[in-house]
C-alpha cells in the first residue's frame, strides 16, 4: 500500500521536481553533520538556487545558525522566513564552522577555500568547477576537511520523501510552465528571476 506522502508525490509535478534535489542536499548534508555530537554550528551556504535553498532549510531544521550568500537579492527573497541570516556580498568566512558550496563558480570555492577558518568543513556540492591553481597547504596546516558529494541513493531519496513535507516549498514549486513556454522558463531562470522553472509535458 502506498502512503499518503508518496502517494500525494506522484501525482504532485512540483513535488516529484524537488524530492530529486533534496536527496542530493540530504546525502551531502548528512556527510557534514557524520560524527557531530549535536552541538550547533555557524553554517554557511554559498548559492541560493535550489540545491542552496533546500541546504538553508534542511541545517535549519536540524538545528544550526544558518547564512546565506547569494549575489542575486531575488533569489534570496525566495527564502522562508527562518531566522535564516542572508547577504549579497561575500565575507566573514572566518566566522563558519561548516561551508556549503553550492555555485559552481571556481571564484567562489577559491575564496571558501582561502577565507574559510582552521578546523573548518567544507562540503562541495557545486559541478561545473574548472581546473584551478591552488596551493593545498592552506587546508592541511589548517586542519580544513573537504567533502565532496554527488548524486544519491535510494535510500537517500526515501529520507528525502519523509522530510519534504517538513520544509517550506512553496517558492521552490510554484512556477510551473507549460511546454511551449520553455524558452520563456528557461530565461526566467538564468535570470534568477524565478527559483526553480518547472516545465510541465
Not at 528525502?160 to 530565461?187: C, H, R
Request: aromatic share 8%; net charge positive; proline share 3%.
Amino acid at each position: 500500500m502506498v502512503s499518503p506522502i508518496i502517494s500525494t508525490l506522484l501525482t504532485s509535478i512540483a513535488g516529484s521536481f524537488i524530492v530529486s534535489p533534496l536527496a542530493v542536499v540530504l546525502r551531502g548534508s548528512q556527510k557534514l553533520l557524520s560524527g557531530e555530537n549535536g552541538q550547533k554550528k555557524k553554517v554557511a551556504v554559498l548559492g541560493c538556487g535550489t540545491i542552496g535553498n533546500l541546504c538553508a532549510q534542511y541545517m535549519t531544521l536540524k538545528g544550526q545558525a544558518v547564512t546565506v550568500f547569494d549575489r542575486n537579492a531575488a533569489k534570496l527573497s525566495k527564502m522562508p522566513d527562518l531566522h535564516i541570516q542572508n547577504y549579497t556580498t561575500i565575507s566573514g568566512l572566518d566566522r563558519f564552522d561548516y561551508l556549503i558550496e553550492a555555485t559552481g563558480k571556481i571564484e567562489v570555492l577559491q575564496q571558501v577555500l582561502s577565507e574559510s577558518k582552521t578546523g573548518a568543513k567544507i562540503l562541495l556540492l557545486g559541478l561545473t568547477y574548472s581546473a584551478m591553481n591552488f596551493n593545498f597547504e592552506n587546508v592541511v596546516c589548517f586542519d580544513k576537511t573537504i567533502i565532496g558529494s554527488v548524486g544519491s541513493s535510494r535510500q537517500d531519496f526515501l529520507m528525502a520523501i519523509k522530510t519534504y513535507t517538513q520544509l517550506d516549498l512553496s517558492d521552490l514549486t510554484k512556477d510551473v510552465f507549460p511546454l511551449n513556454a520553455y524558452p520563456e522558463a528557461w530565461d526566467q531562470h538564468k535570470k534568477g528571476q524565478v527559483p526553480k522553472a518547472i516545465i510541465e509535458v
